[in-house]
């Protein structure tokens, strides 16, 4: 898959006063392909908004380098293949979204009769036409997310970056906006999301990076992060308790609920001992899959382990 | 178009928050009082009474000496309140949240600083263009003779400004909000440009041969704002002008001050 994002060691440095100085990232490297919805998660102050700040050329790398769409960070032309979501932004409060988005729409490189049909487009998807002719200044956040989505989707970006997109959008426009990423995604365009709302990174999501303290410390798909390796769920059809003491001493039982039996094993060959022994024991097996975490616990498991 | 759509938002900021009605009812009231001025009193009299008692010369010189009055101090009054409407207007894009929006758009940092300082000075040249047309207009009309040089002194006055909004742009930067440009601009403006501009009698207080050379050296390296009012006047009195230093000094401290702002923006983390 031809890269989108690619990231070499970047670090990033600010300083607290003249001798002090704090480390934002530790060197991050990272490569996220085209069409992707890549998703970053972390504590406040992990260094997620700083990353994206980055790739945008909003703020400076220390050291270390990369490349967005092919071209170096920070590199002006690309932005015109960009679009952005930042967290808490603020438009010109004087602005209706109408003039918002044709205001940035021109900044953006558009213009004539393309600007204003994109514009209607825009407001349009984002359900806020109704709101068009108002001041920016009476909106609610909700509100704001939208014509802040809206902006971001406004020049066909090849790469959207969406920095807490559903902050404080009630569940409608969440599910909403859920629909228009995965529309995107379609067509190809490459969605780096910022998110703290876990279960939604989770329902959308290609590939999940966690950061904490300015690293990247666990990368991959949802699957891969929310799945406990030695843990099974086994369900069977009936009482539990026979299949409990054909188990017996084969496999450690985790926990039991209603008719799912978690059990921990060694290996594949070991949880097919059990399923023989549930077997021979005339039990009928609805199902044995792996047990996953929600990405919840997995994220909570994962940073309580790396502090 | 990219700096042409950030001018055109600099006008309509500049509308929204009140600053050109502010401008507008300025205006106004300046070329009322203009018009009360010339209408009583000591101007009156001489228009109505005495013009045909003087040589034309002499009347001619006496009403360029109003024009020049009226001039000063519209000069201070334009500064201060120029300044002040506009020092605000960078540190406005500078807020966290908006800066981002504009530096993800395929705009060079350059740019957008460019296109608000020129939406700036484009406001205040509107600003400055009504006020001495019309205080022109009725001056001219009141005295019945019709100087271009009150016209021609309207450019300086522009070119003061712009001078001293360098110094505003350069806080703006630093310091993300307006407080710091205005006080020091002001500072600069009422107190220093004035206490070097007649730095003769400053050299009074001392005879240190050191300290002399440094006032010389911030005489020659600041802004000479007292130097182009007196520029200005002396467009209205058709005098000689006999330096353009205080012009040309000024356009370098301009273009370095601006020049230095832009360097800052162009590696500022936000």
């Known amino acids: 898959m031809e890269n989108t994002i690619h990231l070499d060691m970047l670090v990033k440095e600010y300083s607290k006063s003249r001798r002090a100085k704090t480390r934002a990232l530790n060197g991050v490297s990272l490569e996220v392909g085209r069409g992707e919805i890549f998703s970053l998660l972390g504590p406040n102050g992990a260094g997620k908004t700083t990353l994206i700040k980055l790739l945008l050329g909003i703020a400076f790398p220390t050291s270390g380098g990369g490349s967005l769409l092919g071209k170096p960070l920070g590199d002006t032309s690309t932005k015109s293949r960009v679009g952005y979501l930042p967290e808490n932004h603020r438009y010109p409060n004087y602005l209706s979204g109408e003039q918002a988005l044709r205001y940035f729409a021109r900044l953006s490189g558009m213009s004539g009769g393309v600007l204003k049909s994109r514009a209607s487009e825009m407001l349009m998807l984002v359900n806020m036409q109704e709101w068009s002719k108002v001041k920016i200044r009476k909106y609610s956040k909700g509100m704001m997310q939208r014509i802040g989505l809206a902006q971001a989707m406004l020049n066909t970006p090849d790469i959207i970056f969406l920095d807490e997109p559903t902050d404080g959008v009630d569940p409608i426009g969440r599910k909403e906006i859920r629909q228009t990423l995965i529309q995107l995604k379609e067509r190809g365009t490459t969605i780096f999301l910022n998110s703290h709302l876990l279960s939604e990174v989770e329902l959308i999501s290609d590939r999940v990076a966690i950061m904490n303290k300015g690293d990247i410390v666990k990368i991959g798909t949802v699957k891969e992060l929310t799945n406990t390796n030695s843990e099974y769920v086994v369900t069977v059809a009936g009482d539990i308790a026979p299949a409990i003491s054909a188990i017996g001493t084969l496999a450690a039982i985790v926990s039991t609920e209603k008719n799912h039996i978690i059990i921990r094993v060694d290996s594949i060959h070991h949880l097919n001992t059990v399923a023989d022994a549930l077997r021979a024991a005339s039990i009928d097996i609805a199902e044995i899959a792996p047990r996953r975490e929600t990405l919840e616990q997995a994220f909570l498991n994962l940073l309580e382990k790396v502090d | ?270």
């Open chain 2, 1 to 270: 178009m990219k700096i042409l759509a950030i001018i055109t938002d600099t006008f309509r900021e500049l509308l929204v928050r009140k600053t050109l009605i502010g401008f507008l009812v300025f205006n106004v009231l300046g070329l009322v009082g203009i018009a009360i001025f010339v209408n009583t009193g000591s101007i009156a009299s001489v228009a109505t009474n005495q013009k045909q008692t003087m040589t034309p010369e002499l009347y001619e010189k006496i009403a360029e000496m109003f024009e020049v009055a009226v001039m000063s101090i519209f000069y201070i009054v334009l500064i201060f309140i120029s300044i002040f409407s506009t020092a605000s207007v960078i540190p406005s894009v500078l807020e966290k949240g908006t800066i981002d929006l504009y530096l993800s758009k395929p705009l060079a940092r350059w740019e957008l600083l460019f296109g608000k300082i020129l939406g700036s000075v484009l406001v205040v040249a509107a600003n400055v263009g009504v006020f001495m047309l019309g205080a022109w207009i009725i001056l001219s009309i009141r005295l019945g003779t019709w100087n271009t040089g009150f016209i021609e002194a309207a450019p300086v006055l522009l070119f003061a400004f712009i001078v001293l909004y360098s110094i505003v742009v350069v806080f703006n930067v630093i310091t993300r909000s307006s407080a710091v440009g205005i006080i020091v601009t002001y500072v600069h403006f009422m107190i220093i440009s004035s206490a070097l501009a007649n730095r003769d009698k400053v050299f009074s207080f001392t005879d240190n041969k050191f300290w002399r050379g440094v006032i010389d050296w911030v005489y020659y390296l600041l802004p000479q704002s007292a130097e182009q009012s007196h520029m200005a006047s002396a467009f209205i009195m058709h005098n000689d002008i006999t330096t353009w230093y205080p012009i040309w000094a000024s356009s370098i401290f301009a273009v370095v001050m601006f020049a230095l702002a832009g360097w800052m923006f162009q590696k500022k983390d936000f």
